[in-house]
């Protein structure tokens, strides 16, 4: 009952829009992972937020990681992001993903080396949820506080033989091909849940695909 409760919340707030939104570029699929140098499935193993001198509450966020599709993590890795409630104080940024302990996610992370943040902010973040049935995997979008407009420029893509032609910076930028699983389309992805299974095959098709690309 729990985890359908968990599963029925989760589903709501993916159809919910907040008053305070943060306006960011909407990722498709493709860029989520083109412009993350990291992909895990990870769990949530704490979350330690504190008052800084600022004024503002930061959180720092320690993962285990069950799974890396993309890059190189270890077994743990943790992330510090600006939101939390500490000392009696509470700061939200709006747009930014929160997380809880115990939470299993599909992550999306760009900058990993240095200082770890979510792809598109909340945009980066899926929750892994059981069904009703008690059996099978979800992945949950999390846009919380999120307003997505349309990129105007977004960074081309290339095959590899455009990539080693001669006359590749006078080329137009050739599109990759459409991943097979028809999920890749934004309102698709962020509007909806989807069965945990296709969703990683999805996203390790187009990985493998951008890892063709740049050979």
Do not use: W
Request: with cysteine.
């Amino acid at each position: 009952m729990r985890r359908l409760l968990l599963f029925t919340i989760c589903a709501f707030f993916v159809l919910t829009s907040s008053a305070s939104a943060a306006t960011v570029a909407k990722h498709d699929l493709t860029t989520l992972v083109d412009q993350s140098d990291t992909v895990v499935i990870a769990e949530v193993t704490t979350t330690d937020s504190t008052l800084e001198d600022d004024g503002r509450v930061y959180t720092t966020i320690e993962f285990r990681v069950a799974e890396v599709l993309k890059g190189q993590a270890g077994k743990k890795f943790s992330m510090r992001q600006i939101g939390g409630r500490a000392d009696g104080l509470a700061t939200r940024a709006p747009g930014m993903p929160e997380f809880t302990k115990g939470e299993r996610v599909f992550l999306f992370l760009a900058n990993f080396d240095e200082h770890p943040i979510v792809t598109g902010l909340s945009q980066g973040k899926f929750q892994i949820a059981v069904g009703p049935d008690e059996e099978t995997e979800y992945v949950v979008p999390q846009l919380h506080g999120l307003h997505l407009v349309q990129p105007k420029d977004l960074p081309p893509r290339r095959t590899a033989e455009d990539a080693d032609s001669p006359d590749a910076a006078k080329s137009p930028p050739v599109e990759l091909k459409p991943p097979t699983i028809n999920v890749q389309d934004h309102a698709q992805v962020f509007r909806q849940v989807h069965e945990f299974r296709t969703f990683r095959q999805q996203v390790q098709q187009v990985i493998e695909q951008q890892h063709e690309a740049t050979e």
